[in-house]
């Protein structure tokens, strides 16, 4: 059993503000805590947070290069020629590609898309794409959600006489020699908003070639849904520009769904009357990324563009079926990898943990990673053989910057690229030993010799009697929930079994609870905890326990009511 995770508290700088700020909006101080914590501090700031607007997005020829990608861009359209659309096989990419190609063939461009094999060619813009391209006689290529570090790729199709326009937000080092490069991240871009995703970048492209045409805003309205799932797949803050982007994507996923989604939803056997970022996170992302995990991202693409519910269903049962053989491939390399890491003395005073196994599927090895930071609470990297190489990929957890991490490392690395909390990496097998000694020196430098404490995150204490209707209704505002903007998580204590707790599910591994607080006369708070069936030994009968939960809508027989969504259950102690 995992040792349990200290709480900490969040602990505002200037609590003078929300009680100002409560006065102004005239709300419960709790809420307006929980506005300060995410950079609200005055009223026209709040306006702007509870009612997001497309008038919030920024200008899109802000972005460095941009002007140069438009106009070729209408060069294309201008003179018919061929456009290849390039993205990564995961979701960011996929949705990117599917977006762009719809838009491009609306323009009446000749377009075909590529996304690689990640088997054959890995991540990013391959030299066989490059082949490919040449073959079909493609005058343009637009990559999505790659490029950035791919100069020599690039530079092949300037050789063979194709432009490149790269839309990217990964960290760059040396810029490609596109004729445009799109990414926030550049040092010299002085675009106001860096958190977009691939598909994010690819959007703004949609928007700027829209400005300059006189086109309208309709065809950026067409793609958020898809811009959206890209946000909540790649974990992109959920802050400025993005929460606009998700907030009216979600809008159009609920109102207007694609045939795809609507195909995808119906062979996971889901169905919701508000779709959320967390049903995206959980549900629709998962299904998408394993088309491109256990057999071709081609697949979701596909899926993506389909006009019509029978096309659409021809290929989500197929994703489904992928969906499920990637739950039972990562299941079981999981079980090896963590009997590898028990079984080494290393990992006893290691600060990360690098594994490694020839055979292991390369599709869920960043799964397995994640599976391994939750287990260990360290840096994880799993890898795997593929053509000659080692391949695999990273996860961190948080306060570590993993990218800079594998910086320190870079000599001993064929390649690699990602963000802050998730890369992929390349490397010869001689190396391995070296790298995972160099990198765990890396990180325990990072984190001063000190082992990270796992945390769990309280953003306010309070009692049942704040838990009301109006008090839901204006958290509910602070959604779409995501990294920068995280579901409120609040603690109250000592609370009792009010009877009707009990576990559930089909292998009894979550808990269904009835919670008053002791002493009290109001009805009973329900609640659901998943995946802790084991904490049924805390509700014993008189037992005092203090819970950590967020809040949530509970839909059953067309009642509505709030519920807590358990996070962790603790005896009480005294205060």
Known sequence: ???????????????????????????????????????????????????????????????????????????????????????????????????MFSFLRSCGLDCLFYI????????????????????????????????????????RANERGIDVIVCDHHQPQ????????????????????????????????????????????????????????????????????????????????????????????????FSTSRLTISDVVFVIAPRINAAGRMKSG?????????????????????IEQDNTNRKSTDKNITREAIAKVNADEFYRASYSTVVFHEEWHKGVVGIVASRLV???????????????????????IPGLDLYNALGQCSDLLDQFGGHTMAAGLTLPPDN???????????????????????????????SFDKVTPKFFRLLRMFEPFGPGNMNPQFLTKHLENAGGTRCVGSDLSHLKVRLREKGSAMVPMEGIGFGMGEMEEHLKENASVDVVYCLDEN?????????????????????
């Open 432 to 462: 391995f030993e070296l790298f995972r000694d160099r990198f765990d020196s890396v990180v325990a430098g990072m984190l001063g010799n000190m082992r990270p404490i796992r945390s769990m995150r309280v953003d306010a204490e309070i």
């Open 116 to 155: 690689p094999d990640r088997y054959k060619e890995g991540y990013g813009f391959s030299f066989a794409g490059v082949d490919y391209a040449t073959e079909q006689g493609v005058a343009l290529i637009i990559t999505l959600d790659c490029g950035i570090r791919d100069g020599e790729k690039v530079a």
């Open 174 to 269: 040396e810029l490609p020699p596109a004729l445009a490069v799109l990414d926030p991240h550049r040092a010299d871009c002085n675009y106001p908003y860096k958190g977009l995703s691939g598909c994010g970048v690819g959007l703004k492209l949609i928007q700027a070639f829209c400005m300059e045409r006189g086109i309208g805003m309709d065809p950026v309205m067409q793609a958020l849904d898809l811009v959206a799932i890209s946000i909540g797949a790649d974990i992109v803050p959920l802050t400025g520009e993005n929460r606009v982007l998700a907030t009216f994507g979600l809008q159009r996923l609920q109102e207007q769904p694609r045939p795809g989604i609507l195909a995808l939803l119906k062979s996971a056997r």
């Open 374 to 396: 939750e287990e260990y609470y360290k840096p994880a990297i799993v890898l795997t053989g593929n053509n000659g190489k080692l391949t695999g990929s990273a996860r961190s």
């Open 298 to 318: 081609e697949d979701a693409v596909r899926l993506l563009l389909a006009d019509s519910m029978e096309h659409a269903n021809n290929f989500s049962a197929g």
């Open 1 to 99: 059993m995992k040792i349990p995770p200290e709480l900490v508290p969040t602990v505002l700088s200037h609590p003078a503000e929300a009680v100002r700020l409560a006065e102004e909006l005239a709300i419960d101080p709790v809420l307006a805590e929980l506005l300060v914590q995410r950079g609200v501090r005055t009223f026209e700031e709040a306006r702007k947070f509870f009612r997001p607007s497309l008038d919030d997005l920024h200008n899109p020829f802000e972005m460095k290069d941009m002007d140069k990608a438009v106009h070729r861009l209408i060069q294309a359209v201008e003179m018919g020629e061929r456009v290849l659309v390039y993205g990564d096989y995961d979701v960011d990419g996929t949705t990117a590609v599917a977006m």
């Open 555 to 575: 839909v059953w027989q067309n009642r509505r009511s709030i519920q807590l969504v358990i996070k962790d259950i603790r005896p009480s102690k005294e205060d």
